[in-house]
């Protein structure tokens, strides 16, 4: 069965021009003549998206109908996969600011199963920006001035996986209770009693269950995680079933993160908060743990696309790049320093603390 080569281009019926997706309506707009037209109800599964099972995809036994190819440029300095239109031949990344001329080829991948539409307006994760810059004190204000110039933002759907799965736990570890010793100690010369705690430890093992849902693991290695994590929380629960039409006026980036990666770094959760549960079923005052064997069963997944706003900004030879939560506005990005501001506060420190020291000593 071939394999269904994607095109996120929506013709207006009335003029021909393309539909666009509208974050503050929620609909296509016709970037022409202004028609609009609702983005249909995508296929539901008993009220949730339709998960996929893990052994199957790792396996490579997944039907043709769960897998897509999209036309791709690549970066070639920070590799991303990001999908262009047919007719563009030359762009800037998005990601990092470097013009790139596209050799325009396919990313044969696991089709994305939901998405979360963009709920802000370009204008709206500018003015995000704006005020997030205004807050870094120690900022260049040529860079402040650059990036509020109005120069577009890119908007970005980024690739994440989200694994459910089973976990049954036997641990074996060691409680611990507090007790206390009265001790004789001289302080000043006097006899003083103290209370000095102990610990009493004791054997114990057990078993902890968990169904865990929707871990969200970045598939991306565009954008440094720390700025992805700290975009968080995401309204999963308003995941939309994948809809083209979301993505008509925007791009997407194909997932670097291949989905056996994705997998490590959900176990690498769900281990954390196996650790958790454990030590809370051992109780006590104070717990050890010794060992835990943990089986994982019912492994399923979904690939989505989250709304992401970004600006990827040269300023004297280094790129600054800022990203915005195209739901709630929330922003992060590198923190740019001025060098004379530093020195400006650090001379104005000074001389205010000379200032009082003259004043103390003339009170003196």
């Avoid at 994607?6 to 929620?26: K, L």
């Avoid at 897509?68 to 800037?92: G, L, M, S």
């Avoid at 908007?155 to 611990?176: C, E, H, K, L, M």
Wanted: glycine share 10%; charged share 25%; proline share 6%.
């Amino acid at each position: 069965m071939p394999v269904t080569t994607e095109e996120h281009r929506f013709p207006c019926d009335t003029c021909g021009g393309d539909y666009r997706f509208d974050p503050a309506q929620g609909a296509l707009v016709c970037a022409h003549c202004g028609q609009v037209q609702q983005v249909a109800s995508g296929p539901w599964q008993g009220g949730r998206l339709r998960e996929i099972d893990f052994d199957a995809a790792v396996a490579d036994r997944l039907p043709e109908t769960e897998i897509e190819e999209t036309r791709v440029i690549t970066c070639p300095n920070c590799a991303a996969q990001v999908e262009f239109d047919p007719d563009t031949h030359a762009a800037e990344c998005p990601f990092c600011a470097t013009p790139v001329v596209t050799d325009t080829g396919t990313h044969r991948h696991i089709k994305p199963r939901g998405i979360l539409p963009f709920a802000l307006t370009e204008a709206h994760a500018h003015e995000a920006m704006g005020n997030w810059l205004g807050r870094l004190w120690f900022a260049p204000s040529g860079l402040k001035r650059y990036a509020r110039k109005g120069r577009r933002m890119q908007g970005i759907y980024v690739p994440y996986w989200t694994f459910d799965a089973r976990t049954r736990s036997n641990y074996q570890g060691d409680r611990g209770t507090i007790y206390y010793e009265t001790r004789i100690v001289i302080q000043n010369g006097r006899r003083v009693r103290q209370q000095v705690p102990k610990i009493k430890w004791s054997r114990t093992s057990g078993r902890v269950a968990r169904s865990f849902d929707d871990i969200l693991v970045l598939a991306s290695q565009s954008l440094p995680k720390v700025y992805t994590d700290a975009l968080q929380p995401w309204d999963l629960p308003a995941l939309e079933p994948y809809q083209p039409e979301f993505l008509a006026g925007f791009r997407a980036e194909a997932y670097t993160v291949e989905l056996g990666h994705g997998y490590t770094e959900a176990r690498d959760v769900m281990g954390r908060v196996i650790e958790r549960d454990v030590r809370f079923d051992i109780g006590g005052d104070r717990q050890r743990i010794l060992a835990i064997d943990t089986e994982v069963s019912n492994v399923t997944f979904k690939h989505i696309l989250l709304p992401i706003w970004l600006a990827a900004y040269k300023y004297r030879g280094k790129t600054y790049r800022f990203v915005v939560n195209g739901r709630t506005g929330q922003v992060q990005g590198e923190r740019p320093y001025s060098t004379l501001k530093i020195v400006l506060a650090i001379i104005a420190g000074l001389f205010i603390a000379a200032m009082f020291g003259a004043l103390a000593s003339g009170g003196g």
